[in-house]
């Protein structure tokens, strides 16, 4: 019923998480009849991020890339200098730092491996940027050496296989390896635990020796 290009706008709009294609529709019906001026925008940013925003270099936050520091991309989070760089939190996705940010409970570095040891959908220990953790958690880019690694990995099964795997990879550091206190629901997200929960888990971390 919608001119084709509109109908592949509303199959665009079906692929994001938690929206379906009767959403879809409706964002594409509002968008073209009631909003063409943010349709536009919408247009224009969608193209603006493309290149512009990366992985940060130092911890996988997302980051803007920086032309003066020759296309590098360092986070805020990264950036901030009145952090305690002796605890580096070590978080599966970018949503998940985002929530323990959003709890105020950690101020500390973060590490984003990307993905979670997860045998059954065939990632493996090879898959994760263990080398770049290491090195992180050493010290350097004149970054001061770790003391702490608190691991949030989601309390599911895939969670904690990464975190007895990263607690086993660390050790020979002789950096402490810690582990957020249960409390965020076994199988739950990091991303969907609330604030509270959340910095009740941080607080009551415990280690991983
Ligand atoms: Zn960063």
Known sequence: MLPPKAQELVQLFARLP???????QRFVLFLLTREPATARALGAALLGIAGTIQPCV????LAEVDATAGGAALCAICRDSQRDASVLCVVGRVQDLMSI????????????LGSLLSPLEGV?????????LKQRVRGSHGIAAVTEVLVATAP????EATALFLAGE????????????????????????????????????????
């Open 18 to 24: 938690s929206v379906g294609e009767k959403t879809a």
């Open 58 to 61: 130092r911890c996988g936050n």
């Open 101 to 112: 940010e959003r709890s105020g409970a950690f101020r500390g570095y973060y590490f984003v």
């Open 124 to 132: 493996g220990a090879d898959q994760l940027p263990i080398e770049e």
């Open 156 to 159: 599911s099964v895939d969670g």
């Open 170 to 209: 660390l050790r020979a550091l002789g950096t402490r390896v810690t582990r957020i206190a249960s409390g965020v629901p076994h199988g739950g997200d990091i991303e969907f635990a609330d604030p509270v929960t959340l910095g009740r888990a941080i607080a009551g971390r415990r280690g991983l020796d």
